[in-house]
Each structure stands twice: as C-alpha cells, then as structure tokens.
C-alpha cells in the first residue's frame, strides 16, 4: 500500500509537469483527455501489491514496553531456512533474521 501511494504522488507530479508543458500549446478538452488517460493507466499498471512466498506470523520481545515485552509481528521473505526449531532468512543487506517459536509459517506458493 506505501508503495502505491508512493506511486500515486509521483503520478500527481507528472500530471502537474504536463499541465505546465502543454499549457499554450493544446486545447482544454483535448488536455484533459490526456490526462485523464495517463492518470488512469499510471493507476491500473502502479499500484501493484508485491506478493511475498513466505508470511510468518509470531512475537518479538521488546525490553522497554512495560509489564508485556512480547509483541506480535509480521515478517514476509521469499526465501527461508531453518535451524533446529528456529526459522531464518536474510535481508538484503546481508544481516540474518532468526525468528523463534512460537510462530506460524504461511506459504503462499500453495495459494493459486
């Protein structure tokens, strides 16, 4: 959702930098038809939702949150190992994230 409204505000710029462009040089009607067309394609091909192959669900503990350190969390990878009972991935920047039980591991390459 970020990334699409993102996009969004990108879009409204480019909107607002052809508005600027075609100013003098075409008709009102025909402008807005344009615009209108790319502001409707720009919807249709950006938002594009990115579709994860693993969703884990379980709790990470936070020291200084009071009387209930355990909060839950929400990690999605497209690519995971395990060690023992203890699941792991890495990010992109190389660093290991380990997830420990209790968790629950949703595939969603067995969703078609």
């Known amino acids: 959702m970020i990334i699409c409204l993102m996009n ?5 710029i480019f909107i607002k930098q052809i508005i600027l462009i075609t100013k003098k040089n075409i008709k009102q ?3 807005m038809k344009i615009i209108k067309i790319l502001l409707i ?5 950006s938002c594009v939702e990115k579709k994860y192959k693993y969703e884990i669900k379980g709790k990470v503990y936070v020291p200084t949150s009071g ?3 355990m909060h839950d969390a929400i990690w999605y990878t497209d ?7 203890v699941a792991y991935y890495f990010n992109s ?20």
Do not use: A
């Open 8 to 12: 969004c505000r990108k879009i409204v």
């Open 29 to 31: 009607d025909l402008k």
């Open 41 to 45: 394609s720009f919807l249709v091909f």
């Open 67 to 69: 009387t209930n350190p």
């Open 79 to 85: 690519t995971i190992s395990f060690d023992g009972d």
């Open 93 to 112: 920047d190389g660093s290991e994230v380990r997830i420990y039980p209790p968790f629950i591991l949703i595939d969603h390459s067995l969703k078609k």
